[in-house]
């Protein structure tokens, strides 16, 4: 049995749209609960969570989650293939090892584009790289950028997500976390559409409101828990203070 746990704020075009999606789909062996900042029906699916951050609504739904697979994916995006769950899970069996976690590969909305498919880490410059090139069915990744992971329930629960980083890097976080104690991380070709809303040049680079600090912050307290002493040194002595000086800059031509 499978569990999918869907994160929201509230009933909203695209969380239906992805709804239909899974009600679609020709594996019928599953359920859905809605993780929901707003209560807004009379459902027992729908888990009010009363305005946590996506970490904390992800460890409740890990921890309340009683199915032995478990399906984490945000609120928008769209499934458009309807063996979409079938894949996911033949690819899982078809990974030798035990504990491990999977992702699709991350298209950006009705596109081609991808956001996500595996990445690297630049530890010089503190910078995640992403490789769009997909030339495998499935392969083994030490960092990713993810909006859906699917793996067994008990796997989930050999970590948790640090509610201190949410919005920022909180994905990547968790699956560095997850490493460190012997799970393995894999991105499949199999694919999802991310339908995120259209955001202007600040937003994008992450420099407006207080989401320049929280990045700030969010990266330092990831580099503090997973970084080896030489690459602690190499940050706090020489990048902390280039990305800060990039990040006023930026701020800054975006602000004109």
């Not at 869907?6 to 859905?32: A, C, G, H, P, V």
Request: charged share 30%; hydrophobic share 40%; glycine share 2%.
């Amino acid at each position: 049995m499978l569990t999918i746990a869907i994160f929201t704020r509230w009933e909203n075009q695209k969380l239906l749209n992805l709804i239909k999606d899974l009600n679609n789909q020709n594996l019928k062996e599953f359920e859905i609960k809605i993780y929901s900042d707003i209560f807004f029906e009379n459902n027992k699916q729908i888990i009010h969570t009363e305005w946590k951050n996506i970490s904390e609504k992800r460890n409740i739904a890990i921890s309340e989650c009683k199915t032995s697979f478990l399906f984490l994916v945000d609120d928008d995006n769209r499934i458009y293939d309807k063996d979409f769950l079938q894949k996911l899970i033949d690819t899982y069996k078809k990974i030798n090892y035990d504990k491990k976690i999977i992702s699709p590969t991350i298209y950006w909305r009705d596109t081609e584009q991808i956001q996500s498919a595996w990445i690297k880490f630049c530890y010089l410059l503190g910078k995640v790289i992403v490789n769009k090139k997909i030339k495998w069915y499935f392969r083994e990744t030490k960092w990713m950028w993810w909006n859906s992971l699917f793996g067994k329930t008990e796997t989930f629960k050999i970590s948790k997500f640090d509610e201190k980083i949410w919005f920022i890097r909180e994905d990547i976080d968790y699956c560095y976390s997850l490493r460190e104690k012997w799970v393995k991380i894999f991105v499949s070709k199999i694919w999802i559409n991310h339908m995120e809303r259209d955001k202007n040049i600040a937003e994008k680079s992450f420099v407006y409101g207080d989401i320049f600090r929280r990045k700030i912050k969010n990266r330092n307290i990831f580099i503090q828990k997973h970084w080896n002493i030489f690459q602690k040194i190499m940050y706090w002595t020489i990048w902390y203070y280039l990305w800060i000086i990039y990040w006023q800059i930026l701020r800054k031509t975006v602000e004109k």
